[in-house]
């Protein structure tokens, strides 16, 4: 039996549709379908163990993301005999969206006819964006407002971004990554996932996502109360294990720190907090 036969197998099995049913519900036939699919038109996916495939799909699921390459929401993604988990940019718009806390949100590509200045200290990007893009790439841009009225716009290079994608992704140069593939969308993810994770609310979906992106999901499990376990493997060296990495935050010493002045962007590159909390620390500001 091949292995991509064997995967098919195993997506079939009568637990792991279960799984997948009390998640999605109806929508879990044409979910692993699209999975199976994914899995066919890809060679070194179709190589891989279907364990990894499987959790990589289910933290899609999960998630309520598509794993479809067409769509660029998420993305299942070769490494060895593994499967990674690879949020794309559309994903986490999406994900930001649905926490409500944001009023507006984009990642764009910077043409070399649009570009004016770009201030490193003050971090503000003049660009006409009115143009068509035209010439070479300069750059990459994330945006986004917040309910409350903050804004953030991040800018990096185009050599900034690809130095950042050749050292957390060793997929980077493969011809068949999504690197290669769908450049500028894995670029534009680039630098709105580091505004969102540095600048932005998280909710604690957005946790889970920039947690498993770019890793093996070794196992995932849920609770009756829909909260997610994971337990990952960065193969790539990437920058997400820091966000897993991040402890609790105990009511008490959230109190104190709400009292001594610390703001929601400074406890979030510290710690990982609740949507109670983001709530209560949001309330403050």
């Known amino acids: 039996m091949s292995n ?39 060679k070194l996916l179709a190589n891989a163990d279907p364990q990894s495939i499987m959790n990589s799909a289910m933290m899609g699921a999960c998630l309520d993301l598509p794993i479809n390459n067409n769509l660029g929401f998420a993305y299942i993604v070769p490494y060895g005999n593994q499967a990674q988990f690879q949020l794309g940019y559309k994903g986490l718009i999406q994900l930001a969206q649905r926490t409500g806390q944001y009023k507006s949100i984009n990642a764009l590509t910077v043409y070399e006819n649009q570009f004016i200045s770009y201030n490193h ?15 070479q790439i300069v750059g990459f841009c994330a945006y986004f407002k917040m309910v409350n009225g903050f804004e ?21 140069k493969n011809a068949n990554g999504v690197w290669s593939t769908n450049y500028e969308a894995m670029a534009q993810k680039t630098v709105l996932k580091n505004a969102l994770s540095k600048w932005g609310i998280l909710s604690i979906e957005m946790q889970n996502a920039i947690v498993s992106d770019q890793s093996v999901i070794k196992e995932l499990n ?40 610390h703001t929601l962007e400074q406890l979030q590159e510290k710690y990982a907090l609740t949507d109670v909390q983001i709530q209560k620390l949001s309330s403050n500001k």
């Open 152 to 172: 953030k716009t991040v800018f990096w290079t185009k050599s900034k971004v690809e130095q950042h994608g050749a050292k957390f992704s060793k997929t980077f």
């Open 4 to 42: 991509q036969l064997a995967i098919k197998d195993f997506m079939s099995k009568s637990s792991v549709q279960a799984k997948f049913n009390e998640i999605l519900g109806q929508k879990s036939k044409g979910f692993v379908t699209s999975v199976l699919q994914v899995v066919n038109n890809n």
């Open 222 to 261: 849920i609770d009756e109360d829909g909260v997610i376990d994971i337990e990952t493997q960065y193969v790539d060296n990437s920058e997400s294990k820091e966000v897993f990495e991040l402890k609790e935050l105990s009511e008490e010493d959230l109190d104190l720190y709400i009292e001594n002045g």
């Open 121 to 135: 200290l003050t971090e503000e990007l003049e660009a006409d964006f009115t143009k068509d893009g035209e010439g």
